[in-house]
């Protein structure tokens, strides 16, 4: 099993960038995916989530209307487009799936460092600064 985050970059304040998190070993029809970020000296923070085939989704409060998941089946794909950047959003930017979770319910309510999932991207930075 493997993810593998790509997207992140500098981006100026407003600006927007696409977040990829390509997966080998598993389908998108089988686990969810989340996204997560984090700040050095901070927890690790809930951004988003679609569930196994689709089914749902979730999406933290601090990047609703901002950020949009979706998927692609074909390219085994989830992405995270994000728009209106803001600086609060710089962060490292990590997908990362569990052979336990296939739904989004509860997502963004509960720590992942309660849920452990099993498997990580390697992580992209984003740095949103003018």
């Known amino acids: 099993v493997q993810l593998q985050a790509s997207g992140g970059g500098l981006v100026q304040p407003g600006g927007s960038l696409r977040l990829s998190c390509a997966v080998s070993g598993f389908t998108l029809d089988d686990y969810a995916i989340g996204w997560f970020r984090q700040v050095p000296g901070n927890e690790r923070e809930a951004v988003s989530c679609v569930g196994a085939g689709g089914s749902t989704t979730d999406i933290a409060n601090s990047v609703k209307g901002r950020f949009t998941i979706s998927r692609d089946n074909a390219k085994n794909t989830v992405y995270l487009q994000m728009n209106s950047l803001k600086p609060e959003d710089t962060a490292v930017y990590y997908c990362?799936?569990?052979?336990?979770?296939?739904?989004?319910?509860?997502?963004?309510?509960?720590?992942?460092?309660?849920?452990?999932?099993?498997?990580w991207g390697q992580g992209t930075l984003v740095t949103v600064s003018s």
């Open positions: 990362a799936a569990d052979p336990r979770i296939k739904f989004c319910y509860g997502f963004t309510k509960v720590p992942e460092s309660e849920v452990k999932y099993a498997y």
